[in-house]
């Protein structure tokens, strides 16, 4: 690429000159030169003349007789220096036009950079608004807001599940930038995981994802990759996303979605980027979910039933998917004898449509901060947990009833624990920071393989990418994310580490996630 500054260094190291003025100066130093030279000759003449000789006639003689080397000697010089100037005056006009048009090129460029560059600011100021709004809202709902219905900051109507009054509005604010930070590596896995499946005998992949406020960030991210997958790709291919379809029980996770995952702002009526559907059930309002035996049939049928606007299957129009199921629970134990995970649960339907949630799945991700898992021992288990917590069966009060086991049937080295652990690093105490490595050793029980993720930059988040792109998840086993944004207050970091406050009992802290103080 041509450099402007180059040519103009060039050009002063000539005097500031154009080549045709080098051209006419060397002319008129050639014709002063003349001058001196004839007049020299004259001066010459007169001084040698003989006696009675004009001299003038002399001189006349000379300077004609020298006219012909003068004339030789100004075309020799002078016609190949004016002849060298004018091709340079020539090849600068060109070279100007060389450098206006890079000029004009790079003008260009720097305009499209700056506009990409104000569109990366305004989504960076739409996700501050919306980070904002939410913020406020919650703040409104801790006021004693009671209303359901909201639009976020961007405008967006939906509903609203920090306003709303269920477990799922308060519990979203529990544990957020770690669910956040979780749910960012696991979606980057399951794209990878959709792109490889997709490109496997022409199968769909389902993504069957979990209510709770554990799994709710994902619907936000699904909602702007769709998007950007079908505006990347619109005018070679508008189906390319029609081998994926997103399934969920949750009723806010589907709002969320209809606010990322719409084509066009401006439009009320755009569509959904992606295929997505909502799971019908008996609604359970403490969790914003569905579930109960209608839901338990669609997930069963899930995998036989025809579904027209999905690439492949057999004649009869049944996919036969490939189910991914995200799944949490309300707390994680792992197993005394071989690391097995088991999910806990409550309220009515609650356990048992997970449990037909991982029994139709293929391979099942069960997603939960440190504070959620749980290391069984001899002496520790789910029964006295619920002793410690005053939960029983008999209980009427909804809030008092006991977890139970989600129980897993088939192979188990299709499920994929991904959780936190505290560094031990810069002399920093952490509270959960033994229960994280108790917790990491024991999802190494077995044989399992463990890939602990220290930042998106780490050799362990490269080594989970590139596992979750082989057609088979063998050798992923489970992940381990440090996380370290944590106040340094104790009893701060307590709340934010335990915010359950029957859990933040000196027994149960002590007992169940060996926290002391």
């Not at 490889?196 to 199968?203: E, F, S």
């Not at 129980?407 to 033994?434: C, E, K, M």
């Not at 399992?448 to 792109?469: M, N, T």
Request: net charge neutral; proline share 4%; glycine share 8%.
């Amino acid at each position: 690429m041509i450099n402007p500054n180059q040519e103009f260094n060039s050009s002063a190291n000539q005097g500031k000159r154009e080549p045709i003025q080098n051209a006419l100066l060397a002319m008129w130093i050639t014709f002063f030169l003349s001058i001196i030279i004839v007049v020299g000759v004259v001066l010459y003449s007169w001084h040698s003349a003989s006696p009675g000789e004009s001299w003038f006639k002399s001189a006349a003689a000379t300077v004609l007789e020298t006219s012909h080397l003068i004339a030789g000697i100004a075309i020799i010089t002078v016609s190949p220096i004016g002849i060298y100037y004018l091709i340079r005056y020539e090849h600068a006009k060109t070279r100007g036009a060389e450098i206006e048009s890079d000029r004009l090129a790079r003008d260009v460029e720097r305009l499209k950079a700056a506009e990409a560059l104000n569109r990366s600011i305004a989504d960076q100021q739409q996700d501050l608004a919306a980070f904002v709004g939410k913020e406020v809202r919650s703040a409104l709902a801790s006021a004693g807001s009671r209303s359901t219905v909201a639009s976020d900051a961007s405008g967006h109507p939906g509903l609203d599940p920090t306003l709303s009054p269920s477990v799922l509005g308060e519990r979203l604010n529990h544990f957020r930038e770690e669910k956040e930070t979780l749910c960012d590596v696991l979606f980057r896995i399951l794209i990878e995981r959709i792109v490889t499946l997709r490109g496997v005998n022409d199968r769909a992949v389902f993504v069957l994802i979990d209510s709770g406020s554990t799994l709710f960030p994902l619907f936000r991210r699904f909602g702007r990759w769709a998007v950007s997958e079908r505006i990347a790709s619109l005018a070679e291919n508008p189906q390319t996303l029609g081998r994926f379809r997103l399934i969920t029980n949750s009723v806010a996770g589907i709002a969320e979605l209809a606010i990322h995952g719409r084509l066009s702002d401006d439009d009320r009526y755009s569509e959904l980027a992606l295929k997505a559907e909502l799971i019908g059930g008996v609604p359970l309002a403490v969790y914003s979910a569905t579930v109960g035996p209608s839901a338990i049939r669609y997930l069963t049928e899930l995998k036989s039933m025809p579904i027209r606007d999905v690439a492949g299957g057999d004649k009869n129009n049944r996919p036969n998917p490939y189910v991914i199921g995200i799944t949490t629970g309300n707390y994680i134990f792992l197993g005394k004898d071989h690391g097995d995970i088991r999910m806990v649960a409550r309220g009515d339907g609650h356990r048992e449509f997970k449990e037909a949630l991982c029994n139709v799945s293929d391979e099942i991700f069960v997603v939960g901060p440190l504070g959620k898992f749980v290391a069984e021992t001899s002496d520790i288990d789910l029964e006295l947990f619920n002793q410690k917590l005053g939960y029983e069966l008999a209980s009427q009060d909804l809030r008092r009833r006991p977890y139970e086991y989600v129980n897993v049937s088939g192979n188990l080295d299709r499920v994929h624990a991904i959780t936190t652990f505290r560094p031990f690093v810069g002399g920093r105490n952490y509270l959960l920071q033994t229960h994280g490595a108790v917790i990491k050793s024991r999802l190494e029980a077995n044989g399992r393989h463990v890939v602990e993720i220290k930042d998106k930059w780490s050799p362990g988040f490269y080594e989970a990418i590139r596992l979750a792109k082989t057609a088979t998840l063998d050798g992923l086993g489970h992940i381990v994310l440090e996380f370290q944004d944590i106040p340094g207050d104790v009893y701060e970091q307590l709340k934010m580490e335990l915010p359950h406050e029957n859990v933040r009992t000196s027994e149960v802290r002590d007992q169940f996630f060996g926290v002391k103080m």
